[in-house]
């Protein structure tokens, strides 16, 4: 059974850095596809982030592109996510989300969340 933790959220102001961390375990296949998604009180799920490890490859939401980084530990499937510059509008829970195998389009396995609040 694949299992997704998240740690790594908490408070900073504005302009500072925080890295979350995604643990995934049971994972049957030899590549991994994991994603980090947000979502605000009030407002829709955001993809902010995606990392594949054919390639391996990653792609951002505009909104936090050149501010953020995806990466994956080479010995172990734990995805980061760097958060630098951060913002006020960067506040909310953030999700990492696997697929069961990249070839798939959905994300199956969901961590529990973890919160992300930037003061101003």
Known sequence: QVQVVESGGGSVQAGGS????????????????????RQAPGKARERIAYFSSGGPSTDY?????????ISKDHSKNTIYLQMNSL??????????AAKVACFYSDFRYWG????????S
């Open 87 to 96: 913002k006020p509008e960067d506040s909310a829970m953030y999700y990492c």
């Open 18 to 37: 925080l890295r979350l961390s995604c643990s995934v375990s049971g994972y049957a296949y030899p590549g991994i596809c994991v994603a980090w998604f």
């Open 112 to 119: 529990q969340g973890t919160q992300v609040t930037v003061s």
């Open 61 to 69: 939401a505009d909104s936090v592109k050149g501010r953020f980084t």
